[in-house]
T-cell receptor, first 113, second 116 residues
Framework: KQEVTQIPAALSVPEGENLVLNCSFTDSAIYNLQWFRQDPGKGLTSLLLIQSSQREQTSGRLNASLDKSSGRSTLYIAASQPGDSATYLCAVWWRSGNTPLVFGKGTRLSVIA | GAVVSQHPSRVICKSGTSVKIECRSLDFQATTMFWYRQFPKQSLMLMATSNEGSKATYEQGVEKDKFLINHASLTLSTLTVTSAHPEDSSFYIC????????????FGPGTRLTVL
C-alpha cells in the first residue's frame, strides 16, 4: 500500500530558528512530491513541487529536498517567523498528472514570537 | 485569482438532511475531478474520482449511495451527502488536474460541513 508519513506530528520553535520537517513514503517509484501549507480551517496552499528527476526545489526561505532511493523528503524553513505557523502537508503522486495525491497527516508548526 | 471554487464554504445542517457541495473549474475544462475528505487533525483522504460523462469511482469504504457525485459538465462536479449524520462532519475539498496530464492540480478552498 502506498503511504506517506510525516514526522513530527507537531513542532513548536522560537522565532528565527531554522527547522526541518520530514516526510517518508513507501514505494520509491514516485512521479512527483509536493509540499502544501494549510492554515486552520482553510484550504491548501501549494509551496513546492519536486519532480521525480529533481533533488530539490527552493522558494524564498523554503527548500525541499527529495531522496527517492531512501523514500524521503525534507522541507527546510529558514529563519522561521510567527506567520509560518500552520500545518505542513506532504503529498505524493505515484503516477502522472491526472491522478490523485496521497497525503501525509501533516506537521503542525507553531513559531513563537 | 481562484482557479477552482467550492460552494458553499461552510454549511451547518440537521441530521438526516442532504447537502450538496459544488466544485467549479473556473479557467479550464476538466474531465476529472477528485474529492477528498479531511477529519479534524487528520490528513486529506481521497473519497472518489469524478468523471465527466460517466460514473464516479469510489475509494474503498466510501459509500457511493451516500456520497452522490455528478459531473454533469466539464466545469462542474457536485458532491451530495445524503441523509447526513454527525459522523459525516468534515472538511470536503476538491481538486482539478489541468488537462493534458500536466503536473498541476488546483485545489478548491474546501467546504466545512457540520452536521448537528
Amino acid at each position: 500500500k502506498q503511504e506517506v508519513t510525516q514526522i513530527p506530528a507537531a513542532l513548536s520553535v522560537p522565532e528565527g530558528e531554522n527547522l526541518v520537517l520530514n516526510c517518508s513514503f513507501t514505494d520509491s517509484a514516485i512521479y512527483n512530491l509536493q509540499w502544501f501549507r494549510q492554515d486552520p480551517g482553510k484550504g491548501l496552499t501549494s509551496l513546492l513541487l519536486i519532480q521525480s528527476s529533481q533533488r530539490e526545489q527552493t522558494s524564498g526561505r523554503l527548500n525541499a529536498s527529495l531522496d527517492k532511493s531512501s523514500g524521503r523528503s525534507t522541507l527546510y524553513i529558514a529563519a522561521s517567523q510567527p506567520g509560518d505557523s500552520a500545518t505542513y502537508l506532504c503529498a505524493v503522486w505515484w503516477r502522472s498528472g491526472n491522478t490523485p495525491l496521497v497525503f501525509g497527516k501533516g506537521t503542525r508548526l507553531s513559531v513563537i514570537a | 485569482g481562484a482557479v477552482v471554487s467550492q460552494h458553499p464554504s461552510r454549511v451547518i445542517c440537521k441530521s438526516g438532511t442532504s447537502v450538496k457541495i459544488e466544485c467549479r473549474s473556473l479557467d479550464f475544462q476538466a474531465t476529472t475531478m477528485f474529492w477528498y475528505r479531511q477529519f479534524p487533525k487528520q490528513s486529506l483522504m481521497l473519497m472518489a474520482t469524478s468523471n465527466e460523462g460517466s460514473k464516479a469511482t469510489y475509494e474503498q469504504g466510501v459509500e457511493k449511495d451516500k456520497f452522490l457525485i455528478n459531473h454533469a459538465s466539464l466545469t462542474l462536479s457536485t458532491l451530495t451527502v445524503t441523509s447526513a449524520h454527525p459522523e459525516d462532519s468534515s472538511f470536503y475539498i476538491c481538486s482539478v488536474p489541468l488537462a493534458g496530464g500536466s503536473d498541476t492540480q488546483y485545489f478548491g478552498p474546501g467546504t466545512r460541513l457540520t452536521v448537528l
